[in-house]
């Protein structure tokens, strides 16, 4: 059983930074893909970001792109999300989730192919 677990959310100005983290047990964590995604109200769950085990890709949506950052550590079963330069339609709640890459055939965007979800962590951006 995989559990995770977000921090870091809360309110900010526009323009501001938060930094996401999501701390995972279980020893998949090291091989498998996280990725973020986040929900508004009243608007379907909506993919964020996701990076591979080992670091060496990194996927973003383009509404986020040049923004925000999704880096790990393996070593402390972590996985981060870097929020820089937030505007108010980034306000939602933000989860992260863990995929086993191996006979995937989903998309890493598509929240379907995800095995395991955090709870998520709020997070508020005023203008």
């Known amino acids: 059983q995989v559990q995770l677990v977000e921090s870091g959310g809360g309110l900010v100005q526009a323009g501001g930074s938060l930094r996401l983290s999501c701390v995972a047990s279980?020893?998949?964590?090291?091989?498998?893909?996280m990725g973020w995604f986040r929900q508004a109200p009243g608007k379907e769950r909506e993919f964020v970001a996701a990076i591979n085990w080992s670091s060496t890709n990194t996927y973003y949506d383009a509404s986020v792109k040049g923004r925000f950052t999704v880096s790990r550590d393996n070593a402390k079963n972590t996985v981060y999300l870097q929020m820089n330069s937030l505007k108010p339609e980034d306000t939602a709640v933000y989860y992260c989730?863990?995929?086993?890459?191996?006979?995937?055939?989903?998309?890493?965007?598509?929240?379907?192919?995800?095995?395991?979800w955090g709870q998520g962590t709020q997070v508020t951006v005023s203008s």
């Open positions: 989730a863990s995929r086993n890459p191996i006979g995937n055939s989903r998309s890493y965007s598509a929240a379907g192919g995800y095995n395991y």
């Open positions: 279980g020893r998949t964590f090291k091989t498998w893909t």
